[in-house]
DNA sequence: GGTTATTGAGACTCCTTTGTCTTAAAATAA
DNA sequence: TTATTTTAAGACAAAGGAGTCTCAATAACC
């Protein structure tokens, strides 16, 4: 698996998030039925993320999480650093400490390229992009349905 | 995590079953100490190789396993794929169930070709140019020391 | 002030992966 | 046949990730 599943829904609840209009707090229950993720796991995912100043939180009534900034700058590897750490894109392939250019196992050339593939495509695709992707093809951040029964109220 | 860690532990003994001699049985207890591996962790992944015809063992004195072809016929793909399966290749990366091109999700284009590149990537690589590369060099397939080290009796 | 809605924090359970151990089965050699 | 060397199989334990639950803290509203 390449993402935790935390990190999965961390993601999912990122762009639900960008989805809505910028500065309006949403309840985590309200995300947690949505997406369909346990509320109290998706809770402490999110603090994470508040955490790590990606999302700020508000308590009491209308309290909720948002984005502490514009989704289209934010960057979907901002989510995996706080939540899966750099791991994917520091390890060695084939689990050796230390790997490196100074004294690489014999993938590790091969895999630094694939490794920077999955690097450049996380710190190019901003949660903005994905959003309105998702809003003009409809597609889906759910087992079933579309991006519009997340706007279902 | 790209690959467990029995899938790294097979790929290390895969590499080093590929450095030595066609045809040799090679002792489990060998590659376990050589490669620095739990041995009876090492013996239940080498039996899932074995299981998928990738291995053939021998018991008894002068037993061990072997590679059933030559290690220039074997891509890292096959390997990972006996061990992890194919849910790294195929699996949405945000974890719907179902994603593909008929019903995606709003990553589903952008993963599927970063998926692609990790694919080439193993289906590409054989054991044998790996062995041939860290022979050459000198790299290392345990924690510390070279290649040469897997040669010492 | 009291009630309600919300996040924060931490204990706890459950499941999968990782790793260990024991015993059986097979092959060899004396 | 007996002892030895090896893989095979499966029970078991340890660790980490995934998920649940409870209670505290904070803010709004009545």
Redesign the pocket.
Known sequence: ?LL??????GLRASLFLASREQGE???????SDKLE?????L??I??QL??EGI???????????RLTKPGSEVPLMDIVLAIDGSQLLTECALGLPGCGIKNPCPLHDKWAETRDAIREMLEHTTLTELVDKGKAENLRLTTEGGFDILFDD
């Open positions: 698996m935790s599943k935390s990190c999965v829904y707090f949403i309840p985590i229950r309200t995300m993720i346990s509320f109290h796991f809770t402490k999110l603090q508040t955490a999302l700020e939180s508000f308590k009491g009534p209308n309290g909720g999480v």
